[in-house]
């Protein structure tokens, strides 16, 4: 045989021969570039009930193979009708990305090189790029270390829940072998009351429990109150319990609201507690040399957060976990077993380094990004969404609403400006509800999407600006549709 195409004979199902490839290949590649062009008439919000969802997929009872082709339209149709849109440039909602280009085709590499990065010896040229990836995030966040160690996770509760178990390991060892009823006491930990609430989560899955999470009250400005935290901190210890880390966030879910961590890194350090800032969101800022000073006090923290699948425009998931203590992060996660290859000398297996065994090249996408756009061409993305931010908030200003939060980044929280009578319950429901209305009439348009959230128990409309795709025209639409009607 001279192994021409003619000559393939498949041997299951699951293979295709070159030809067959490149045109299911092609055809997918020209669904997904019909998407890109036509989102934007669209409507970001999808009319469905989960029985109209249901009813559809039973025509797939896998009992018989159906033609490719016609599988792919049809998933590609499911998914433009019933999907909210993050990807529209009217999407104005959390922090879920319209994904880079160039970030998509780097998945579909992962895709289909199927590095396995449980063991360096088996991937690697992908365990190198995560490593050096991780390294230029943690530089530019200004974290001491040569290199900086960490690495990417699914999301950002897999790199906090990592943050709390190194942090625990550090200051507890004993924990690593008998748990935390070795413990004279119960450890606690002390986050923001406006933080994102995985760390109840994260407390739990750690056998500390939610009632380990102190969530420390806010100032005006709905940043951690440092008083607040050190009489917390001091009850705690006159209880007998043990405190072991501060969490500092660097731009709240709701509010985009960076805490003091100048002030948050001093506390920890005078009271031998670890720092950890979870900047899922705004870490993206360190990539901008104008934008980079908002972060001050990140680079004294033991680890940061960052999600690239947030404002870096990766395709989901794409967290990361950075720290300057490597040899904390190998301990806290040290294992070995006979059926895992011998490690390699100075390059540390990522299973036995992380949450993760099995693990996929989640950084070769942003790695293909960062390369082709550059470090300056994502300052020139971040800046221009944090102008459009700005933009918002005089248009809304201007148009009699007012503006609750306070923040460099583009979250604007903002309410329709009237007077409560008082600061009754009954009248926060109201609040509450008639913010909510404006949020459906607006969803009800069509082309835009935004949310409601509340502020330290103040109701609030949010619109949050992280979408590449998103111009001035769109943020003007917005404006408008708001004080229509």
């Known amino acids: 045989m001279d192994g021409s195409l003619a000559e393939f004979k498949p041997n299951t199902a699951l293979e295709m021969d070159a030809d067959e490839r490149r045109r299911l290949f092609t055809h997918a590649f020209d669904l997904i570039d019909r998407h890109a062009g036509e989102v934007r008439d669209l409507p970001v919000t999808p009319d469905a009930d989960p029985l109209a969802v249901r009813h559809h997929l039973r025509r797939y009872d896998f009992d018989a193979p159906l033609e490719a082709e016609a599988v792919l339209d049809d998933t590609a149709a499911l998914l433009r009708r019933w999907t909210v849109h993050t990807t529209h440039p009217g999407y104005f909602g959390l922090f879920n990305p319209n994904p880079a280009p160039m970030g998509v085709l780097g998945d579909l590499l992962t895709a289909a090189f199927n590095p396995q990065l449980a063991a360096w010896s088996h991937a690697p040229a992908a365990a190198e790029i995560d490593r050096h990836v991780v390294a230029h995030l943690g530089g530019r966040l200004g974290l001491p270390g040569d290199p900086v160690a960490g690495h990417f996770t699914s999301g950002g509760a897999e790199a906090n829940l990592t943050g709390v178990l190194l942090a625990l390991t550090r200051t507890f060892p004993e924990v690593a072998e008998d748990g935390v009823a070795a413990l004279p006491g119960r450890p606690v930990l002390y986050a923001s009351a406006e933080s994102h609430l995985a760390w109840l989560k994260i407390a739990h899955m750690c056998g500390l429990g939610r009632g380990a999470v102190r969530l420390v009250p806010v100032t005006p400005d709905l940043r951690m109150d440092p008083r607040a935290l050190a009489s917390a901190v001091a009850a705690d210890r006159a209880q007998g319990h043990l405190p072991f880390l501060v969490v500092g966030t660097a731009g709240t879910t ?41 972060l001050d006090g990140i680079e004294r923290a033991d680890s940061v957060t960052l999600d690239a699948h947030k404002w870096l425009s990766m395709p989901m998931g794409a967290g990361t976990f950075l720290t300057s203590d490597a040899e904390g992060l190998q301990e806290t996660f040290r294992i070995s077993t006979s059926y895992m290859p011998e490690g390699i000398s100075g390059a540390p297996d990522p299973y036995a ?55 460099p980044l583009p979250v604007v929280c903002f309410t329709d400006g009237r007077d409560r009578p008082s600061d009754g319950p009954s009248d926060v429901h109201a609040d509450a509800e008639r913010l909510q209305s404006i949020a459906e009439r607006v969803l009800a348009t069509g082309r835009a999407w935004i949310s409601t959230t509340s502020l330290a128990g103040t109701p609030a409309l949010r619109a949050c600006i992280t979408n590449f795709a998103t111009t001035e025209s769109d943020v003007e639409s917005l404006a408008t549709d708001l004080t229509r009607g």
């Open 254 to 294: 709701s509010a985009g609201v960076i805490d003091p961590l100048p002030e948050l890194a001093d506390l920890a350090a005078a009271e031998g507690m670890r720092f950890h800032v979870d900047a899922a969101w705004a870490g993206a800022v360190a990539l901008s040399d104008r934008l980079r000073p908002v």
């Open 353 to 407: 380094s992380s949450v993760q065994w099995s693990r996929r090249a989640i950084g070769l996408k942003l790695f293909v990004t960062l390369a082709t756009i550059g470090r300056e061409g994502y300052a020139q993305a971040i800046e221009r969404q944090t102008d459009l931010g700005d933009l918002l908030r005089r248009r809304l200003t201007e148009a009699g609403w007012r503006v609750l939060n306070h923040t």
